[in-house]
């Protein structure tokens, strides 16, 4: 069955590329996660919805007057997503996974929370060999700056769950 003839449902994102925070609508089948739709499209471009676009940054909602625009519609790469946070999170056992505490550092920003890894996987082990997109539950975002060290800098905005490009992490932090 193609994936763009299946019934969809509309769900509230938050999508951070390099350049742009987006705030749109992420459309997704029945039963799937935002982690499935960003690892199994066939498709470079994922299509968003009521798109209202703002300047990189931490404030979570932004300043309404910072925002560079309103589209009906943008095309998503996912080569350049960093993370998304919303959607939909998965289930997943807890016989099968166990949990990690995890920090991945995206251009001047830390994104931290727990992951859900296979029971016998090594954190690294599992970044390398699973698909680029991962969940990260419980997660917190925060600001890296200049001569700050990491135990000092303090979350600007939580998420239930966010969906990361392990891919275009710059590194990982375990524990």
Request: hydrophobic share 40%.
């Amino acid at each position: 069955m193609d994936i763009y003839k299946q019934p969809r449902e509309s769900m509230a994102v938050l999508a951070c590329t390099l350049d742009f925070r987006l705030y749109a609508n992420m459309h997704l089948v029945p039963d799937k996660t935002t982690a499935d739709l960003l690892n199994t499209e066939k498709k470079d471009f994922i299509p968003l919805t009521d798109v209202r676009l703002f300047p990189p940054g931490h404030d979570d909602p932004p300043d309404p007057t910072t925002a560079l625009g309103r589209t009906p519609f943008f095309g998503l790469n996912r080569g350049s997503t960093l993370w998304v946070a919303g959607g939909r999170a998965p289930v997943l056992p807890e016989l099968a996974h166990k949990e990690v505490k995890v920090a991945l550092v995206f251009h001047r920003t830390m994104l931290a929370g727990i992951m859900k890894i296979p029971t016998a996987a090594r954190l690294t082990d599992h970044l390398y060999t699973s698909r680029p997109f991962q969940t990260v539950f419980n997660a917190r975002v925060y600001p890296m700056a200049e001569g700050q060290s990491l135990s000092e800098i303090k979350a600007v905005a939580r998420f239930e769950s966010v969906v990361v490009n392990s891919r275009l992490a710059t590194g990982v932090i375990e524990g």
